[in-house]
């Protein structure tokens, strides 16, 4: 079972920005598209980007614009750059693998929270 530790939440004002990390306990050039979600208090978890082996992305229209997506095969590792955060961002962002139909458990995400 793949595992998956996020880190490099915080607290950040708005119009701050974090860049999150992904460590992946297998290859990620072998589970090839990565994704991040995140999930808000009393909402669903949403999807955010995702990024091919390769390195083509796409990206939810909530964040297109804001935030970039990147990954290190070589360090089984993702990252998720952040910029021009606000409010609404604040949320418990996971990474996992693309689609949600192919999850087959979620790490412990890392808290985002968007506050002056």
């Known amino acids: 079972q793949v595992q998956l530790v996020e880190s490099g939440g915080g607290l950040v004002q708005p119009g701050g920005s974090l860049r999150l990390s992904c460590v992946v306990s297998e290859s990620i050039f072998r589970l090839n598209i990565m994704a991040w979600y995140r999930q808000a208090p009393g909402k669903q978890r949403e999807f955010l980007a995702a990024i091919l082996r390769g390195g083509s992305a796409n990206y939810a229209d909530s964040v297109q614009g804001r935030f970039g997506i990147s990954r290190d095969n070589t360090k089984n590792t993702v990252y998720l750059q952040m910029n021009s955060l606000q409010p609404d961002d604040t949320a418990v962002y996971y990474c996992?693998?693309?689609?949600?139909?192919?999850?087959?458990?979620w790490g412990q995400g890392t808290q985002v929270t968007v506050s002056s």
């Open positions: 996992n693998v693309f689609p949600e139909r192919y999850i087959r458990s």
